[in-house]
Each structure stands twice: as structure tokens, then as C-alpha cells.
């Protein structure tokens, strides 16, 4: 049998030798932070520890993601007993006089220091990232001195698996993959679904491009994802469990392999876990590029090594999924709140967020924003609060036009919108979507026909083509796109492209081309002027072909009745 | 930079019989794979590592190796977008084509990166120096728009500097570290 960890002397000892240091130095490593130049940044940290002979008094830490990936390289200064301090855009240069000035002789280099007090990071909640860009994700030392592993042994000893599931249930706890689908129910289902042995599948193929909230999960904090799925498989009765992580993240798979290497060896994973009765292996299983391998029946084959197409739903994973046996699919975010969950208890985690949507939600902002990178905020939090406090607007003065939530299948909302609260049904009613968590804001100077062709090339290249209706009616509707988008669209093309998305809707196999006309139906709700403006106008046929350049067209009232899609 | 390890490890070599070492690695795989056949992913992911795309022997010999028909091997080889059956050349250009990028102008750098080096995305110039291919989100979209030139993500970039950028890679000596 496998050694069985002390989480209280594991944590108290790594306590104890963080208190040895009179300051400890945290340098973001995260991939945005890397691209910027944080590898050298933290070489000169290094270095300059070295040469200023103050190694045993000062420990330089890489960390996860900070947050504000747009001021990156990020450096945070924490002494013992006094405030920490945050370093934008940090260069060598400037790493060299953080040891030399701030920590040497505590002095602030004023000219970068990042006010930590601003909306961008006091407006939000961390509960999933609580440990991102504090730790060094590569130590299970770290995470269990920030408390890990201690709600796994809580459940184990404390806990019938039913009991556990109530908490889930209570706290709340909705599906992060884009459904929101109760997380309480589904492992229910899986609890009492007939057969041995059964699969959990963390689902880290975050295929929504813009999108990097998963990956920073499990990248940053890969213990807490696994702990998520060993008390989700105790719940459960899951035997087994798989990590599918898209081979995009190869830091990712490698940490997360690392992890489990280091969890098994702590007996945390395989047998009698923590001293229990209770078994679980996990597996890192790697994509290889393809966005519909994110939907959950194409997941389970390209798990089982077969092309990643989709099956009919029913019989639902529960019932029949991995080679034939019960298995449940649940989101990389959705499986890191449930340890803080079953930690704090449901009432706590039930106090953030609105009643339908409790907790919080992890997003990527992006697109033309003052502060753009990762954020934790609590749901219902306006999409003003988000854009405005958060993102700072929009750099040089812009007007915000838009912003997509949901990747391509989503919608947009525009400014009209900019006050509605960001929960499931909210963002569902106004024809977006939750979607994973990725969140582009688009300023005036975007064209909404061109970023519905946009997505809708995405569609078409990734439909699987299995089913017809995805197959075809994704690269027909992208041709009507194309065709209005270069000015050479005629009213007939607008009809054709609306009946299509119906269509699509509603006839095509799986999530993928259900969705795939969603940001084509939000555009032309909130902007069907602009499609309008791009339409060839009607002139009578006399038999050659208009050569005439797009131009502004009152809108036809024919046109403009809703499409009655939904 | 998993390629360079097991080219090194290739190097040191382990003996087989078709005389390239990359075999043995590969073999390696499979064998702590068990040969089971739900490893055709990460096992086709291994022999493009070696051998920097999957050519027709190569597939070949994967579906005798894990006894599955030919076709399956090929079907799922070509369902899946990061496997590559064409050499790739000895420099890459991927440009970033996530949302993020998208909306700060990523499509108008992949067009002059096309029209410059006369090579359509996706596809390797005919003297084969440079690869120009598009990436669906490489998640820096806080540095919108990116571009990864040979591994190296360069951010905030201009069809003017990426332009520039290629141009300064291509130029320089011949290093065997591109793949
Ligand atoms: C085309 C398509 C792509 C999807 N991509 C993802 C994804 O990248 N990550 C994810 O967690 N869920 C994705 N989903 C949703 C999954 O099918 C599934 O609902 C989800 O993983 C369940 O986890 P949750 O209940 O925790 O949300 C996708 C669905 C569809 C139809």
C-alpha cells in the first residue's frame, strides 16, 4: 500500500518554511505572463536574490495566473507581516531593482507598482482560482498548506457518498461546461445507475476559442481539480476516471500528469485512499484537435480511440457511456469548486451568486478592453460591472458595440443590454449563452455580419459530418455569409440564410450544429441594420447581374418581422 | 521541446532492426501502451512527434501493431486536425485566429503572410522553409493578436511585424532546431 499522507504535518511544515523568509516573491509563469517575457523576469529575480545575498531571506515563487493578463509580466512582492505589492509589466531590468530596492531596502519602485485596489481585482470573488498565482502549482506542499486535500478527508471520514451529494445539491452547484445542468442531479444519476465499474471524465477540452479558463484550472492549480474528482467519484461509486485535456495544453497534461504522479505516490489516489476503503484511478487522455470532441458523447469516443463523432442521446452517459458502462462527464471548472464546497459547506458557497445561479463564474475577457485576462466574479454581476469597472471600457475613447459570450455558440449583446445580470437564464433569455466563460467585448468599429461569418467559419470547418443538416447547412449558411458580408448579398439570401438557421436548429444531431446559428440569429436581432445595409438593393431583373456597391436601404417591413426562430 | 528529447533519446539509440532508431521509441509506446487500441491518439501523437508528420508507412504499421484495420487508423488520423500527413517545413508561422484575436485583425496578418510567401494556409512553401497555418486560441488573448513564429509567441502583432519578424527567421543560417 501506498504511503499515506499527513495533510496537518505536510501543511505545517510547509508553513514553517515559508515563515523562514522575511519576503516571498511571486512571479506569474503563466502562459500569457511567458509570452510577455516572464522567463527572463524571473531569472533576474534569481539572480539578483543571488547577488544581493539575501537567497535565505527571500524565496522567488512561479506561479499560476494573476489575473491582468494584459500588464504582464507580473511580479507580487509579499513581506512578512506588511502589505504585498503587485509589479506591472515587469522587464529584467526592473526585476533586478524589485530585489534590490523594494525587497533590500523596502523601497517601492512607484512608477510600476499595480494598484490592487482597483475594480479589476476588487470586484471580483475567487473561489476556483483562490490559489491561482499564489501557489507554485508544481508542489502539492503549496496546495496542502492552503488548505488542500483537507475536504477529501473530511468526506471520506465524515461522509456516506448520499450525504455529500445533498451537500452539492444544496450548495447549488450548476454545470461551468455551457448547459448549466444541475451537478447534484447528475451525480445522483450516476450513483444510481446499474453496473460496475463506472467512469468520471473531467472534461478540460475548452474548445470555445477566446476562451483559456480551464486551462488556467489546470494548469495553476491542478491539485484542485483533482480533488474535485476523487470526491466526486466517492459520491458516485466511479472506480475510474479520465482527465481529457486538448493536446493544445501540453503545460497543462503535464502538470496534471505530474500531480497524479505525486498524488498517488502520497495515497491519495489508487487503493484505500487516504486509509479508506475507497479506490480510484485517474488518467490524463489527451484531444488532438477537434472543437466537437468538447460535446460529451464525441468525447467518450475519441476516449476510446475512435473518430471524436457524436451519438444520439438517449441512452445518456449515465446509463451507457464509456465502452458501455455508466459515466459521467463534468466540466474541468465545475469539479474545482466542489472541494471548497464540501469544505465550507453549501451555505457558504450559496451566498454568492443569484438564487437560479450560485457561486461564481471564471471568464476570459478579451477583445478591446483597457484590462483584459482572467477573472473569478460572482454571478449576476452586470455586464456593465464587467466591461466598465472591470475591463476599465474601451481603450482610445471607443464606443462599445458588443459583447459575444458563449464562443460561436453564443450570442452577443449589445449596449442595450450592458445592465442585464450574467447568470444562466438572463444571458439564455436574451439569446446568449453562459457558454464556458469566454467573453469578447467588440467596439463600433467592428462589423456584427462579419463576426457572425466569423463564427460560422469556425462551425463549418469543425462540424464532424456526421449528421447532414450541420454538414451542409454550416457551409451553406457560411456562403450566404460571405455573400453578404462582400457586399454582393441579396434580400433572397437573408431569407434563405434565416430559414436555414432554423433548420439547422432543429434538425441537426448535437450541440455543435444545434447552436452553430445562434450568433447569426443575435446579430440580426440586435443589428439587422447592418445586414441591411449590406444588401444588393432590389432592382427590377433586366437579365445582367447589378453591379451595384452595397448601400444604406431603409429596412424593408417584410424583413424586419422576427425570423420566429425562437 | 518533447521532440528534441526523444530525438536525443533516438540518437543514443536502442537498436532496431529497420535500422531507424525512431522505431525503438515508437515500439516504447506501444508497448507501454499495451497495444490496446483505445491508445490510437496518444500513439499517433508519439510518431508525429518522431517523425514530424504521419506518412502512409507510418500508419500502415500503427494498425498491424494494434491489430485494427488500416481504415480505422487512417479515419481517425484524419478526423483530428493536429495530425499532419505532409512534411511541415523548417520554419512555422501560426497565427493566432481565437475570437480575441480575430476581432484585433489576426485575418488581415494571415493574408499578407499568404500573399508574401506565396503559400496558401496550412501549407509549406515549395522550397519548404516556412509553414504558415492558423491556430484556433493558443489562450494569450490578453496579447492580442499573436502570432507563434517556431514555437515563439510574439504578441501584439501588426501584418507589418510579423511580416518583418518571418522575414528575419527565414534569413537566418540554417539551425537544426526548427521543426
Ligand atoms: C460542440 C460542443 C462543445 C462543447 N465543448 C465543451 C468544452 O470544451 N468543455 C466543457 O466542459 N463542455 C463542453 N461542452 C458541453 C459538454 O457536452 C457537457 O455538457 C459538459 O462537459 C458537462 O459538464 P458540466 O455539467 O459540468 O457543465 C460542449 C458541448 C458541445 C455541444
Known sequence: MAKQIDLHDVAHSELEMRSRYTTRVKACSSTACLSAGAGPVRQA??????????????????????????????????????????????????????????????????????????????????????????????????????????????????????????????????????????????????????????????????????????????????????????????????????????????????????????????????????????????????????????????????????????????????????????????????????????????????????????????????????????????????????????????????????????????????????????????????????????????????????????????????????????????????????????????RRDLQHLESLCRTVRQTSLCGLGQSAPNPVVSTLDHFRHEYLDLLVPDVSYNGTAPSVPPRPQAPDPAVTTKGGSR | MAEARTAERAAQGEGHPSGDERFALLDKTLRKARYQQDQLIEVLHVAQDLFGHLSEDILIYLARQLKLPPSRVYGVATFYHLFSFTAPGRHSATVCMGTACFVKGAEEIVQQLEAAHDVRSGQTTEDGELTVSTARCVGSCGLAPVVVVDGVVTSHQTAESTLAHVGEVLAKEPTEAST
Open chain 1, 45 to 490: 529575480l534569481d539572480q539578483a536574490a543571488e547577488r544581493e545575498d539575501v537567497n535565505s531571506d527571500v524565496q522567488v515563487v512561479p506561479t499560476g495566473c494573476m489575473g491582468m493578463c494584459s500588464s504582464g509580466p507580473l511580479v507580487r512582492v509579499e513581506p512578512r507581516g506588511a502589505e504585498p505589492t503587485m509589479y506591472a509589466q515587469v522587464t529584467p531590468d526592473i526585476a533586478t531593482r524589485i530585489i534590490r530596492e523594494h525587497v533590500v531596502v523596502r523601497k517601492l519602485i512607484d512608477e510600476h507598482v499595480l494598484d490592487e485596489d482597483q475594480p479589476f481585482f476588487s470586484r471580483q470573488r475567487k473561489i476556483v482560482l483562490g490559489n491561482a498565482g499564489r501557489i507554485d502549482p508544481e508542489r502539492i506542499e503549496d496546495y496542502v498548506a492552503e488548505g488542500g486535500y483537507q475536504a477529501l478527508a473530511g468526506a471520506l471520514n465524515d461522509l456516506a457518498p448520499e450525504e455529500v451529494i445533498e451537500i452539492i445539491d444544496d450548495s447549488g452547484l450548476r454545470g461551468r461546461g455551457g448547459a448549466g445542468y444541475p451537478t447534484a442531479k447528475k451525480w445522483d444519476m450516476l450513483r444510481r445507475a446499474e453496473g460496475s465499474p463506472k467512469y468520471l471524465i473531467a472534461n478540460g477540452d475548452e474548445g470555445d476559442q477566446g476562451a483559456y479558463m480551464d486551462r488556467t484550472i489546470m494548469e495553476d492549480d491542478p491539485h484542485r481539480v483533482i480533488e474535485g474528482m476523487i470526491i466526486a467519484a466517492y459520491a458516485t461509486g466511479a472506480s475510474h476516471g479520465y482527465i481529457y485535456v486538448r493536446a493544445e495544453y501540453p503545460t497543462a497534461v503535464e502538470r496534471l500528469e505530474r500531480a497524479i504522479r505525486v498524488a498517488r505516490r502520497q495515497g491519495l489516489l489508487g487503493r484505500n485512499i487516504l486509509g479508506s476503503d475507497f479506490d480510484l484511478q485517474l488518467e490524463v487522455r489527451i484531444g488532438a484537435g477537434a472543437f466537437v470532441c468538447g460535446e460529451e458523447t464525441a468525447l467518450m469516443a475519441s476516449i476510446e480511440g475512435r473518430r471524436g463523432t457524436p451519438s444520439l442521446r438517449p441512452p445518456y452517459p449515465t446509463e451507457k457511456g464509456l465502452w458501455g458502462q455508466p459515466t459521467m462527464i463534468n466540466n474541468v471548472e465545475t469539479l474545482a469548486n466542489v472541494p471548497a464546497i464540501v469544505a465550507n459547506g453549501a451555505e457558504w458557497f450559496g451566498e454568492v451568486g443569484t438564487a437560479q445561479s450560485k457561486g461564481t463564474k471564471v471568464f476570459a475577457l478579451a477583445g478591446s478592453l483597457v484590462n483584459t485576462g482572467l477573472i473569478e466574479v460572482p454571478m449576476g454581476i452586470t455586464l456593465r460591472e464587467i466591461v466598465f469597472d472591470i475591463g476599465g471600457g474601451i481603450p482610445n475613447d471607443g464606443v462599445f458595440k458588443a459583447a459575444q459570450s458563449g464562443g460561436p455558440s453564443g450570442g452577443c449583446l449589445p449596449a442595450s443590454l450592458l445592465d442585464s445580470p450574467v447568470d444562466y437564464e438572463s444571458l439564455r433569455k436574451l439569446g446568449s449563452m453562459m457558454g464556458s466563460g469566454g467573453l469578447v467585448v467588440m467596439d463600433d468599429s467592428m462589423r456584427m455580419p462579419d463576426v457572425a461569418r466569423f463564427y460560422m467559419e469556425f462551425c463549418r470547418e469543425e462540424s464532424c459530418g456526421k449528421c447532414a443538416p450541420c454538414r451542409t447547412g454550416t457551409v451553406q449558411m457560411h456562403a450566404l455569409l460571405d455573400r453578404i458580408c462582400e457586399g454582393v448579398g441579396r
